[in-house]
């Protein structure tokens, strides 16, 4: 199940896609080739009978399917919208027009299923902030107190982890110098890898992406 069932039950949801499979050909053939560009235009193509408000709600409502497409896969949402719309006369229509807006090709379906996979099982890391803390020390003899620098580092993530979002925690100088020797060696091992890695085993585009070859 997708969100697009959780999302069913919301009347505004209901009725934006109902003004986004109602629009005429030129403009569903416009979000599509808008879409396409990766950039969505905030006004209706020139000439459309599309209304601004009606191009405003359907152009929200692809961008939030095409979201869902990208994180359950497109036969996921076609499943879900036929399911939320069994009965209806308007069915087979919404299934088509979605169909025309959001297929993908097979490569691009594929690069998409790789991206879900990466993101799948366990909490995924979506932000890092790192702060540096100087700490005041006293002075063991008479005199002025001195700092102690310490590196201050938040990890955000996509799902709680021991009931927080993020994790918080503290590298101290001598500390630092491991970490990114261990994050350069484990960068350095993947490379190594995915450049002897057969091509059906590795997708050429996810090759290009680790070894930055062309």
Known sequence: ?????????IASFRSSFAAL???P?????????????????SSPPEGSDTSPDEWLRSRSMVRTLAAIRDDDGFAALLGDIAQSMEGSPESEQATQ???KLLELDPETEQLNLI??????ALPVLISLSVEVDFRAVPSVAVGEPTLAPVYVVRLTFDEDIAGSGAIVF????DATDTVLRRLEEAKNLRTSIASRL??????EKIRQEICGDG
């Open 115 to 120: 991206r879900r996979t990466q993101y799948a």
């Open 170 to 173: 503290q590298v101290p100088d």
């Open 25 to 41: 050909e030129p403009s569903i053939q416009a979000l599509r080739a808008a879409l396409d560009e990766g950039s969505l235009p």
């Open 97 to 99: 027009i979605i169909q």
């Open 198 to 203: 057969p091509g059906e085993l590795l997708h």
């Open 21 to 23: 499979i109602k629009l």
């Open 1 to 9: 199940m997708t969100a697009f069932t959780e999302f069913w039950d």
